[in-house]
């Protein structure tokens, strides 16, 4: 059992984002024949560096649930939780938020959308990948002493290194890459970040080690590569590395063609088992042997050196591929091809554009990278290390040179400069195919074709290769400036879509280079500093005749308005270069006169006739005023908080802080929010705080004091006494001029009270604060005689509970719970109070009730709290056992020792009503918070929790979302007594609400239930009188009706799309099979042993067979044919004994289609008048109702039929029912039956249903349900 103790924990977060990493090369999908998909998108848990869970669980309209779960000891942990516009999720625990905020943790190591999407979940691996540095990151940089205790540290955490893989060294960014497994990475966090002991400064630089991907016909001629090996150059004596996932080096375009090679996957070989690397290879440098040449690389005599970076997956990390450039590096590789990255994007400061900065820095090597393969996405989706600034970034183009659709485009996030640098054949490249692997599009035996970027980059390090052999004295810089200066401009497309163009080999062997790119410092508008020189530009003359050339600049926004004339200004208009001359060329920039804006253009270098030679491309970013925003936090005392790091959210994103001590950030004119909250110690548990100023308006230095004195508390008033049980959570949602943000909180059920900073009214873009709360009647309330006061004692897990109508005690001091204590206490018939030190709690409630004791109370130390979480489930305690905070115990003892006191106890563990609130405040927070449940104000939901067998309980949650958020948290399952109803309040409004409801109680509650009946989201109208009925008999395969998202099941082409949930409830509610091997994360506590199987039956021949039912798609012939569906499931457990077994089968025709079209799956709605127990009353006859129906989107049947048979032992026999039709308007039928009790039934008894329905167009359904609900016996005949 968990013992709390206080703690006191500030949240001070900065914001994390970053997407996740995706191939560079765009995979063609396979398809396959009688093809299921899962039952619905599983959960993913992931491991954040500081051993805290996270679990996130697709739902329907894109919208996810989410928890977390502490690591050992970390309770007192509050999590802040970010949600962007699209849809990225960040949890960020409290005690990592200043190291991100100071750069010295990646934030991509709390980007929880991003490590589910790298793999880094628990399904995909057991360990976290870290690169360690011992250079404290940004805002943390320190002293020379600080930074040897860093390196000290940084020494200590190798040791956590996982056995199974050994450490690498980074030496180009001074870094280790190490393993964490998942059970090490609270030990590891506690060594890396110390209790109280270090300071930023002292503490090492980690990232995550991302996971990295890999991202030929007429393309080489659309560079211009057949005129440079016409003139002699194909890459002689030029070394260029292929950094990929290897190399088939039998193949016949790459047999004695590769010098070198190294692994660095950890597979053992460099042989390509995935293909990507053979394909990209030959691109480089193919000799095209197995097509008779018409299949040469760009550089076809190049040396390659192949360093396997990435797994025989595709995939591979980010250390994997440093150790990979370094060891290129070593090799003297002029050329390093690198058709490979994340799509995370990022600003070039993340280890692997590092790397590639710093191995460039020498001039030896050029890296050429793909830019990505995310354009889909749209602008600012360069991911690493195409980012780099060092790095030839290479988007892809068609064969019409039109950008290919998926090529990722700027501008670089950050400085917003040009990437990608130009752009090169990529989309359908056929090129080399290595044995055995299927990658692309195969083309034959030794070919297959290919789209990414992956593809255009080998094309432009083969061209640096033809360029370094003609300059062999080039350093990688001028190779970059001379092709990117050089390149073909498409019209049509941006700058920042194409940098300088197309590559065009020819040209770059021309007479004219000069400097590539140029990102200029960025302009303050209404500067009045005058010109000043701000970059320069190179040119050169590598002709033997004259140049005279015309520059000229122009730039402009994306939208069209061009840069004002005298912003940017040239040294000289003109140039007359000699033959091998070259010359440098000022730029001057003044801001008096420019716009706010991001410009990209380029400077052009024309010829006499008018004709462009060479060209750089500029990028130019004009921002308001910067001004110092300095924050200062202050405590609930009104006390500053030392290294606070609070939100700070823009038009442009979160600003970033320069410094922490004082936190400072550098920011433009405009509004802001700034954000922060605090988790404070109370007497009865924990309060958190949260402190907004929403429009911050910036037009000078100015200094945010938020102080955490100055706060209301949010109140929730109820019909009916109340306590908040389970997870406590809040956020705010803040847009500015159209940018997003959600910041939220969760906290445990230690959390009482959350207290919120008034707001003015916001008038500048949008605000919400909202507060998510669960209520239901107090537990446990103890009152002491003569006291006026009660109090809150917890029951423990396990412990009986009293009567619902309460009981009174006599309490006396029983010491410690020993024997001889109990003993002197005489405490048979009393309540016993013992001072509690971690003792064995079930052998103290045996002691107890022994003695004789009626319950026993716990008075917990100083310093803990005694909350617990009581349950259903486990085996009983001897007795009621109860635990009492310190102060509230100590004054039990310290009265009863004066004179006898009783105390009275009142509550319930079967609340008969529950308050479901979203409270939400528009555009302002009020001086008072006070939110009212009413059944005016909310909808009154009367739920009954139908029985399904031998359990209590079941298990449910209500998730809920606003209407710009896209993750719900709702933590904890709550137990619900079955066989009854509860009154439920829940919020109405714009509020979206998802039920989910099991039938059992499940091994975890700290999780969101994954397993059970759910509904459609839907919002409740205020004043609403709704009723739910979950698990009504009977419970039967069937296709939810009205439900908004449901997967249409179709036929398209050849293909069957089904999708009908195993099991739904009368009431539409559905669910799917379970199985055993779900293991504990919100499922159930007993396997059910459940069964779904699908056949499919084609003009009587069965085509098709599912062991995970009528889920998934099936390829059938071509033609119009009949189809039978047959599905049939069971579940028989203790705590399922209706619906035990369904057998369902469909008749239906379907013909080859052109466009998707709806199944005529014949469907049948059941209304039996069972009550909470699932059972009929002993009355001899009943009426049941049924209506049959075509799934949604299909007209109402016509002429349907229906028959009904009974049984009552076990379908041993049948009884046809009396039925009567009563056609629905609208909806196919509507019919009743007459139940009757057969003579020879006698007490209580299961009852078969066998229901057949058909409609005039020859569809039909079959469908028996095993035991579908209970007829109560003693009928009385008449």
């Known amino acids: 059992m968990a013992w709390i103790r206080l703690t006191a924990a500030i949240s001070t977060a900065l914001v994390l984002t970053t997407g996740g990493l995706s191939s560079a090369s765009v995979r063609a999908s396979s398809s396959g024949t009688a093809t299921t998909e899962g039952v619905a998108e599983s959960a993913s848990t992931v491991r954040l560096v500081t051993g805290d869970r996270v679990t996130v669980t697709p739902g329907d309209g894109g919208r996810r649930t989410a928890s977390v779960v502490p690591g050992p000891g970390r309770r007192g942990i509050v999590f802040r939780t970010y949600e962007q516009d699209d849809g990225t999720m960040t949890v960020l625990p409290s005690d990592a938020a200043e190291l991100v905020a100071a750069g010295t943790l990646d934030r991509r190591l709390f980007d929880v959308t991003t ?245 460039s820095a020498s001039g030896q090597t050029l890296f050429v990278v793909a830019a990505g393969n995310a354009g889909d996405q749209g602008a600012s989706t360069i991911g690493s290390p195409g980012a780099a600034d060092a790095a030839l970034t290479v988007g892809a183009v068609d064969r019409d040179d039109s950008l290919a659709p998926f090529s990722s485009r700027g501008p670089r996030p950050g400085d917003q400069a040009v990437k990608p640098d130009v752009t090169a054949p990529g989309v359908g490249i056929v090129a080399a195919r ?78 004219l280079t000069a400097t590539g790119s140029v990102t200029l410092p960025p302009l303050q508008t209404a500067d009045a500093g005058g ?32 840069l004002a ?66 924050v200062i936090a202050k405590d609930r005392d009104g006390k500053v908080i030392q290294q606070a790091a609070p939100t700070i959210w823009g038009a442009d994103g979160f600003a970033q802080y320069t410094s922490l001590d004082p936190a400072v950030a550098v920011v433009e004119e405009g509004t802001y929010q700034v954000s922060f909250g605090t988790l404070d110690n109370a007497a009865d548990g924990q309060e958190l705080r949260e402190v907004i100023n929403p429009q911050v308006r910036v037009t000078k230095d100015s200094t945010v004091i938020l102080d955490a004195s100055k706060v209301t508390e949010v109140k929730i008033r109820t019909p009916r006494p109340s306590e908040q049980r389970g997870i406590l959570s809040y956020q705010t949602y803040r847009q500015i001029e159209g940018n997003g943000l959600i910041q939220g909180v969760m906290y445990f059920d230690l959390a009482k009270r959350i207290y919120v900073s008034p707001t003015a009214q916001v008038t500048d873009g949008t605000f919400e604060f909202a507060s998510r709360w669960q209520l239901t009647a107090p537990q446990l309330t103890a009152t ?78 100083k310093d803990f709290y005694p909350w617990t979480r009581w349950s259903p489930d486990g085996t009983r305690l001897a007795l009621p056992v109860m635990r009492a905070g310190n102060a509230e115990g100590t004054a039990l003892l310290k009265r009863s020792a004066r004179t006898a006191t009783q105390v009275r106890f009142t509550g319930t563990v079967r609340s008969p009503y529950l308050y479901d609130v979203m409270q939400v405040s528009r555009q302002r927070v009020p001086q008072h918070l006070v939110h009212t449940v009413s059944g005016d104000e909310s909808a009154v939901v009367h739920a009954t929790y139908a029985r399904t067998g031998a359990s209590d309980w079941a298990s449910e949650q209500r998730f809920a979302w606003r209407p710009y958020q896209d993750t719900a948290w709702n933590q904890y399952t709550r137990n619900v007594p079955v066989g009854r109803e509860r009154v439920e309040y829940v919020t109405a409004g714009d509020t979206l609400w998802n039920h989910v409801v099991h039938h059992d109680t499940i091994l975890d509650q700290d999780f969101p239930l994954q397993v059970g009946m759910r509904e459609a989201t839907h919002t409740y109208r205020a004043g609403q009188q709704a009723t739910e009925r979950w698990f009504t008999a009977p419970v039967r395969p069937a296709l939810p009706h009205r439900v908004a998202d449901w997967p249409a099941s179709t036929r398209y082409g050849n293909t069957l799309s089904l999708y009908v949930p195993d099991f739904t409830d009368a009431a539409g509610h559905w669910s799917f099979a379970e199985s055993d091997s779900l293991g504990g ?69 379907s013909d080859t289609t052109a466009s998707p079209a709806l199944l005529p799956l014949l469907q049948v709605d059941y209304s039996v008048p069972v009550d909470a127990e699932n059972a009929v009353g002993p009355q001899h006859t009943h009426t049941l109702g049924f209506g049959v129906r075509m799934p949604d989107g299909l007209p109402a049947p016509h002429g349907t039929k229906l028959k009904v048979e009974t049984s009552y032992d076990d379908g041993r026999t049948w009884v046809t029912a009396r039925t009567s039709s009563t056609p629905g308007k609208g909806t196919g039928g509507r019919f009743t039956a007459t139940l009757e009790r057969p003579s020879g039934a006698r007490g209580d008894a299961y009852v078969t249903l066998r229901v057949t329905a058909t409609d005039d167009a020859g569809h039909s359904v079959r469908q028996t349900i095993d035991r579908a609900f209970l007829h109560r016996g003693s009928a009385t005949r008449h």
């Open 115 to 359: 490590l589910i999407a790298q793999g880094y979940d628990e399904a995909g691996t057991s360990a976290l990948p870290l690169i360690v540095s011992p250079e404290p990151g940004g805002a943390a940089a320190g002293t020379v002493s600080s930074r040897k205790a860093a390196a000290t540290t940084a020494d200590r955490l190798s040791a956590f290194n996982t056995a199974s893989v050994p450490e690498r060294r980074l030496e180009s960014i001074d870094a280790t890459a190490l393993r964490v497994d998942d059970d090490d990475l609270g030990a590891f966090w506690k060594a890396l970040r110390p209790v109280g002991t270090a300071r930023l400064a002292q503490i090492p630089r980690v990232w995550l080690d991302g996971r990295v991907a890999p991202a030929l016909d007429r393309s080489t001629a659309q560079i211009g590569a057949p005129s440079a090996w016409k003139a002699g150059f194909e890459g002689q004596g030029v070394k260029v590395a292929v950094l990929d996932t290897g190399v088939d080096a039998g193949h016949p375009d790459l047999t004695g063609r590769i010098a070198e090679s190294r692994d660095f996957s950890d597979s053992g070989n460099v042989t390509d088992h995935f293909g990507h690397g053979t394909h990209v290879a030959s691109i480089v440098g193919g000799s095209g042997a197995a097509s008779g040449g018409s299949r040469r690389g760009v550089a076809p005599r190049a040396d390659l050196l192949i360093g396997k970076v990435l797994g025989d997956d595709g995939y591979g990390s980010e250390s994997q591929v440093i150790a990979g450039m370094e060891w290129a590096a070593t090799e003297h590789a002029k050329v390093v091809n690198m058709s490979l990255g994340s799509d995370a994007p990022t600003d070039g400061t993340d280890p692997m554009s590092q790397a590639v900065d710093t191995l």
């Open 434 to 511: 290595a044995s055995g692997t299927a990658m692309g599009t195969p083309v034959d035996t030794y070919y297959t074709a290919a789209s990414g970027t992956s593809m255009a980059t080998p094309h432009v390090a083969g061209a640096a290769a033809l360029l370094a052999q003609k300059h062999p004295e080039w350093s990688g810089p001028q190779l970059k400036d001379a092709l990117i200066s050089t390149a073909h401009l498409v019209s049509g497309t941006k700058v920042t879509e194409q940098g300088g163009g197309r590559i065009d080999i020819g040209a770059a062997m021309g007479a």
């Open 531 to 562: 010109p000043r020189r701000v970059a320069t530009l190179h040119y050169a003359n590598e002709s033997d005749h004259q140049l005279d050339l015309k520059l000229s600049a122009s730039l402009s926004r994306d939208n069209g308005v061009t």
């Open 565 to 630: 004339d005298g912003v940017i200004a040239l040294g000289s208009g003109t140039l007359r270069l000699a033959p091998g001359a070259s010359v440098d060329v000022p730029v001057l920039a003044d801001g008096a006169h420019a716009a706010r804006g991001s410009y990209y253009g380029y400077v052009t270098a024309t010829g006499p006739d008018g004709t462009a030679l060479a060209h750089t491309t500029l990028s130019l970013v004009v921002h308001a005023p910067l001004h110092r925003m300095t």
């Open 784 to 861: 002491p005689q003569g006291s006026s006061r009660p109090f809150t004692p917890y029951y423990l897990p396990t412990s009986p509970v009293f009567d619902d109508k309460g009981t009174r005690l006599t309490a006396v001091d029983a010491g410690t719970g020993t024997a001889a204590d109990l003993k002197a206490a005489h405490v048979r018939g009393r309540l016993a109070v013992i001072r509690y030190d971690f003792g064995d709690d079930t052998a103290l409630a045996r002691a107890a009730a022994d003695a004789g004791a009626k319950a026993l109370m716990f008075v917990v130390p």
């Open 1081 to 1149: 994360i919100g499922t159930r506590a007993s396997g059910t042993g459940d069964t779904a199987v699908a056949d499919l039956y084609r003009d009587g021949k069965r085509v098709a067979h599912s062991d995970t039912g009528a889920w998934g798609t099936y390829e059938v012939p071509t033609g119009r044919a009949g189809y039978r569906l047959d599905l049939t499931t069971g579940r028989d457990s203790d705590d399922w004994r209706f619906g035990t077994r369904t057998e369902t089968s469909w008749s239906f025709a």
